[in-house]
């Protein structure tokens, strides 16, 4: 189970900070945060292989978003900077359903656990 939290309402400019735990061991497994808007597929934000040796963001983030993640915790964050409008959207956790990995995947069918999800508003 992966749980969501520090979403909420935000001025454009300004920062987040979400985090997501899990309630098993994700140590193994790539992790990944997506984001989804009305009527808008959902859409890779940004991912971390279970080495913590790979990265990958939307280019639409890039140098704004940082993701890290914490194997002692099982948990991985997402630091939101410079939020945009077109930034907000419902942002969700997600596990890579094979552990270890080789490559990071990016697709969506690919992640097997899924968060809730939670609700980013960026005002301008």
């Known amino acids: 189970q992966l749980v969501e939290s520090g979403g909420g309402l935000v001025q454009a400019g300004g920062s987040l900070r979400l985090s997501c735990a899990a309630s098993?061991?994700?140590?193994?497994?790539?992790m990944a945060w997506f984001r989804q808007s009305p009527g808008k597929e959902r859409e890779l934000v940004a991912a971390?292989?279970?080495?913590?040796?790979?990265?990958t963001y939307a280019d639409s983030v890039r140098s704004r978003f940082a993701i890290s993640r914490d194997n002692v915790e099982n948990s991985v964050y997402l630091q939101m900077n410079w939020l945009r409008p077109e930034d907000t959207a419902v942002y969700y956790c997600?596990?890579?359903?094979?552990?270890?990995?080789?490559?990071?995947?990016?697709?969506?069918?690919?992640?097997?656990?899924w968060g809730q999800g939670i609700q980013v508003t960026v005002n301008s």
């Open positions: 997600a596990a890579d359903e094979l552990p270890n990995r080789p490559t990071l995947i990016t697709t969506p069918a690919a992640f097997a656990s």
């Open positions: 971390i292989s279970w080495s913590v040796t790979a990265k």
């Open positions: 098993g061991r994700t140590s193994k497994y790539s």
